[in-house]
């Protein structure tokens, strides 16, 4: 591989770094709130748990989490590619 190729890849690396750590900052930032649901949630008197707030609170607690597996598995599949890229430095 020649050298300005290489100089490309690893501004790219560089971008992809950002990303990942843009989306690590959101993952924490997303534990954060579902913590605070999940504490919404578990602290409702029992005489509401089975009502509709309840229901919302568990969906939007699923939501939650759903969405912060998402958000961990790409910044998975970016770190990832990130060592791809770097390989194909060597």
Excluded at 25 to 51: I, V
Excluded at 67 to 85: K, M, N, Q, R, V
């Amino acid at each position: 591989m020649n050298n300005p190729r290489r100089k490309e890849i690893r501004a790219i690396i560089a971008q992809l770094e950002e990303i990942k750590d843009e989306i690590d900052s959101l993952t924490t930032d997303l534990e954060g709130l579902k913590e605070e649901e999940d504490e919404y949630r578990d602290n409702m008197p029992e005489n509401m748990q089975a009502g509709e707030r309840y229901e919302k609170a568990c969906t939007a607690c699923d939501n939650l989490e759903s969405a912060l597996e998402w958000l961990t598995s790409i910044s998975g599949d970016l770190e990832s590619a990130i060592c791809s890229a770097e390989d194909a430095c060597d």
